[in-house]
Antibody, heavy 116, light 105 residues
Framework: QVQLHESGPGLVKPSETLSLFCAVS????????WSWIRQPPGKRLEWIGHIYSSGTTAYNPSLKSRVTISVDTSKNQFSLKVTSLTAADTAVYYC??????????WGQGTLVTVSS | DVQMTQSPSTLSASVGDRVTITCRAS??????LAWYQQKPGKAPKVLIYKASTLETGVPSRFSGSGSGTEFTLTISSLQPDDFATYYCQQYYSFRTFGQGTKVEI
């Protein structure tokens, strides 16, 4: 059974950098795309970007300048960094597996609040 | 960007009703569209991909249709477990989601 689990701080200060991790179990991270998606309170889902097991990435153009996604195949996990945080980055952050470009397995999500 | 617009934003229905949700893309996305169901406090769950293919394990009362710029999700007979918010998502160019349709009593 494929499971994804996000971890990271629940509260970060404005202008700081957010780092989140997604641990994958029940599947190998090889030969697949892995995504980060977020959902601000009461708003629609927003795709942040994805990474292939080889390290190839693609990012949402609206976030590209502030986002980095990395993969650690030895730990079967991938990670997200978002710089220059503002209140607009407050959201539930999900990691997800892509199957043929749609998302077939999701983590439970982690709420990140940007506040001083 | 490919923009996705769903209608209606909220839908009031009863158990047993046939429900239809529409999703429109700002440009031709062929059939590269998925539908998700999300319940409060939970991650979305995929129902349909490639516009009309039912994900394994999803009840057959859910169906999808459409191509190009207009797509629909139909629930043939609404069940109590189906009261939730539904999102469409295109994967023709990057990935973008609709704003959601809340199905409520």
């Amino acid at each position: 059974q494929v499971q994804l689990h996000e971890s990271g701080p629940g509260l970060v200060k404005p202008s700081e950098t957010l780092s989140l991790f997604c641990a994958v179990s029940g599947d190998f991270i090889y030969d697949k795309y892995w995504s980060w998606i977020r959902q601000p309170p009461g708003k629609r889902l927003e795709w942040i970007g994805h990474i292939y097991s080889s390290g190839t990435t693609a990012y949402n153009p609206s976030l590209k300048s502030r986002v980095t996604i990395s993969v650690d195949t030895s730990k079967n996990q991938f990670s997200l960094k978002v710089t220059s945080l503002t209140a607009a980055d407050t959201a539930v952050y999900y990691c997800a597996r892509e199957a043929d470009e749609y998302f077939d397995h999701w983590g439970q999500g982690t709420l990140v609040t940007v506040s001083s | 960007d490919v923009q996705m617009t769903q209608s209606p934003s909220t839908l009031s229905a009863s158990v047993g009703d046939r429900v239809t949700i529409t999703c429109r893309a700002s440009q031709n996305i062929v059939g590269w569209l998925a539908w998700y169901q999300q319940k409060p406090g939970k991650a979305p769950k995929v129902l349909i991909y490639k516009a009309s293919t039912l994900e394994t394990g999803v009840p057959s009362r859910f169906s999808g249709s459409g191509s190009g710029t207009e797509f629909t999700l139909t629930i043939s007979s609404l069940q109590p477990d189906d009261f939730a918010t539904y999102y469409c998502q295109q994967y023709y160019s990057f990935r973008t989601f609709g704003q959601g349709t809340k199905v409520e009593i």
